[in-house]
């Protein structure tokens, strides 16, 4: 009897997922572990392993949403079965295209002759002689010799009858009278990313302050515990810095750690600080995962810097669970190696979240101190917030209590 695949549930809050690329072809045998499937949640991208061995039929088609739980493939035990599923329930198209062997492609492409165009052209002497002495570049000459290589023959019959004529320049896409340089569908992490910005700008009520923090002493902090390196095991960063200040903050200004659930605010015993990490896909493409570390409130700066590294790696490598993006309570976008001048922003918070913090880079700039003038690092700061949940008063004051902790550094130990 065959075996389904189902969509997993990789989270309380998952009810649906896509699969977006199967990594085995219809009708192919497959061994129970292997990797049969990458599917996609709001969230993150996970690569499946079949339940048990058999071969591969598929039912669902790529990028439809399908309920946690639901069958998208099923696992026959035998060829005689295999046929049986798929005249009951054909695969779909993309599926069905995908159950070409790979080997016969590669054949295909291998007896089909073309000129050869990279790389070391395969000519003999006197076919290369006789090419020359004509003018004629054999670089686009179709070799029938061995490995494709241009045999005299070759150069005759190209002689006798031309080169085969270039290409057209593929047509230039056009819209509304611009060029288009390149199109990126908007599904999967970018989907996902500007479904949740929309809907987070549409059910809160987003304010936004803005302001600048002296660097001077987290600075000296840093070095002295890069210095320590070998002694702590880990390199510290300013994100695990900024992430242990921020825990110290809410704790002194608890109405930030909260949530808007069913017309009540919620306020969080848990603190849980989502950390955004910028994923670069290439010139034109990138995207956004937020890690959580979780009960960041409970954690020493070595196991919140444990836990950044972790998370931020996996995120990289495309190993995140959907667990490790939920339950977080307030979120921190760093973007100071990114974004080194800016010095004003509008996060959007992260739902169902009430508060965002986006940092920005260390910069030196002019200060007065103590009544002159001094050059200072600074580091741009804005801190949006749901004001439905809480009014100015709270966010000033937790605003200023984080800039205290970054600002006088001595006090993350009281």
């Known amino acids: 009897m065959a075996e389904e695949i189902l969509m997993p549930k990789l989270a309380m809050a998952m009810k649906q997922g896509k699969v977006i690329e199967w990594k085995a072809g219809e009708g192919q045998r497959i061994e129970k572990g292997q990797i049969v499937m990458v599917i996609e949640t709001e969230k993150v991208t996970y690569e499946c392993e079949a339940p048990a061995s058999g071969f591969l039929h598929i039912i669902a088609e790529l990028d439809k949403a399908i309920p946690v739980n639901d069958a998208v493939a099923l696992l026959a035990e035998t060829e005689a079965e295999l046929a049986e599923l798929q005249a009951a329930q054909p695969a779909p198209v993309e599926a069905a295209a995908k159950a070409a062997p790979e080997e016969a492609v590669a054949a295909t492409a291998a007896s089909t002759p073309g000129p050869v165009k990279k790389g070391k052209v395969r000519i003999s002497p006197a076919a290369k002689k006789m090419a020359v002495t004509h003018n004629l570049d054999f670089i686009k000459v179709t070799g029938s010799g061995p490995g494709g290589r241009i045999v005299k023959k070759d150069i005759i019959q190209a002689l006798e009858t031309g080169l085969p004529e270039a290409a057209p320049p593929a047509e230039v896409e056009r819209?509304?009278?611009k060029k288009v340089k390149k199109t990126i569908a908007l599904r999967g992490m970018r989907q996902a990313i500007a479904e949740h910005m929309v809907h987070s700008l549409s059910v809160a009520a987003q304010l936004t302050l803005s302001g600048e923090i002296d660097m001077t002493e987290m600075i000296k902090l840093r070095?002295?515990?890069?210095?320590?390196?070998?002694?702590?095991?880990?390199?510290?960063?300013?994100?695990?810095?900024?992430v242990y200040a921020l825990t110290k903050a809410v704790k002194l200004?608890?109405?930030?750690?909260?949530?808007?659930?069913?017309?009540?605010?919620?306020?969080?015993?848990?603190?849980?600080?989502?950390?955004?990490?910028?994923?670069?896909?290439?010139?034109?493409?990138?995207?956004?995962?937020?890690?959580v570390v979780k009960d960041a409130g409970?954690?020493?700066?070595?196991?919140?810097?444990?836990?950044?590294?972790?998370?931020?790696?996996?995120?990289?490598?495309?190993?995140?669970?959907?667990?490790?993006?939920?339950?977080?309570?307030l979120t921190l976008s760093n973007t100071g190696v990114f974004a080194p001048g800016w010095t004003v922003s509008t996060p959007i918070i992260n739902q169902p979240q009430s508060v965002i913090v986006l940092t920005g880079g260390i910069f030196e700039k002019p200060m007065a101190v103590n009544g002159e003038v001094v050059v200072r690092p600074m580091m741009t700061t804005s801190i949006t917030f749901?004001?439905?949940?809480m009014d100015g008063a709270p966010i000033h004051t937790f605003l200023s209590k984080f800039k205290a902790f970054i600002e006088q550094p001595e006090l993350l130990h009281l």
């Open 386 to 389: 749901d004001h439905r949940v």
């Open 298 to 329: 409970n954690k020493s700066l070595l196991e919140i810097s444990r836990s950044i590294k972790d998370l931020a790696g996996r995120a990289r490598n495309g190993q995140l669970t959907a667990d490790d993006m939920a339950d977080g309570t």
């Open 253 to 291: 200004v608890p109405i930030v750690n909260s949530s808007v659930v069913d017309n009540e605010i919620k306020i969080w015993e848990d603190i849980n600080i989502a950390v955004a990490v910028s994923l670069e896909v290439d010139e034109a493409e990138s995207g956004l995962i937020v890690p």
């Open 223 to 242: 070095k002295s515990l890069l210095q320590k390196e070998e002694i702590v095991g880990l390199r510290i960063s300013y994100t695990d810095l900024l």
């Open 175 to 177: 819209y509304e009278g």
